[in-house]
T-cell receptor, first 116, second 114 residues
Framework: AQKITQTQPGMFVQEKEAVTLDCTYDTSDPSYGLFWYKQPSSGEMIFLIYQGSYDQQNATEGRYSLNFQKARKSANLVISASQLGDSAMYFCAMREKSGGSYIPTFGRGTSLIVHP | DVKVTQSSRYLVKRTGEKVFLECVQDMDHENMFWYRQDPGLGLRLIYFSYDVKMKEKGDIPEGYSVSREKKERFSLILESASTNQTSMYLC?????????????FGSGTQLSVL
């Protein structure tokens, strides 16, 4: 079973609109962390946002917010006021404790295209 | 600026060759990781290391080995390259600190095995 599931291979959004990218996860570790990364066509991986499993409030970073629903094991990324530069692959990741370290596992990604 | 450096951006090798992919980080991070990225499959963990000379298998270790002789350097080795190892390889590092395990990535190596 996949630990991180991103069900949307591709998404389209109009510039200036908000978009939600879905992510569900599965873990038995009570202390886990969730990340979102952006990968533009240049290939670099850009960290966007982090949510710890014990964090009470949803994480926000500028136009990015993480809609964390623990009971549903859901960690959706919300991008407000989309810009053309937001067109990229977006990866959800979870880190959980494994042996002596924290291991990040990635989803398959969602390709976001922002239309003018 | 923090940095993870991968030795090659593009690499072309022949089937059966031994291939070394090098990764160096300057952040004194304990953890280092090797992922491969294929379209539609996301990033899959090959190997990771949480200390010098320590290594652990990830999800897809077959056909690969690693070496970590110094804290800053983590090498991925393809003992006998095969065409199904054509892929983008990403190295990453992070601190061993709960709540602060953000990954820092290198720019990737696109490996083609002919």
């Amino acid at each position: 079973a996949q630990k991180i599931t991103q069900t949307q291979p591709g998404m389209f959004v109009q510039e200036k609109e908000a978009v939600t990218l879905d992510c569900t996860y599965d873990t038995s570790d009570p202390s886990y962390g969730l990340f979102w990364y952006k990968q533009p066509s240049s290939g670099e991986m850009i960290f966007l946002i982090y949510q710890g499993s014990y964090d009470q409030q949803n994480a926000t970073e500028g136009r990015y917010s993480l809609n964390f629903q623990k009971a549903r094991k859901s960690a959706n990324l919300v991008i407000s006021a989309s810009q053309l530069g937001d067109s990229a692959m977006y990866f959800c990741a979870m880190r959980e404790k494994s042996g002596g370290s924290y291991i990040p596992t990635f989803g398959r990604g969602t390709s976001l295209i922002v239309h003018p | 600026d923090v940095k993870v450096t991968q030795s090659s951006r593009y690499l072309v090798k022949r089937t059966g060759e031994k291939v070394f992919l090098e990764c160096v980080q300057d952040m004194d991070h304990e953890n280092m990781f090797w992922y491969r990225q294929d379209p539609g499959l996301g990033l899959r963990l090959i190997y990771f290391s949480y200390d010098v000379k320590m290594k652990e298998k990830g999800d897809i270790p077959e056909g690969y080995s690693v070496s970590r002789e110094k804290k800053e350097r983590f090498s991925l080795i393809l003992e006998s390259a095969s065409t199904n190892q054509t892929s983008m390889y990403l190295c990453a590092s992070s601190l061993f600190q709960r709540g602060n395990e953000k990954l820092f990535f290198g720019s990737g190596t696109q490996l083609s095995v002919l």
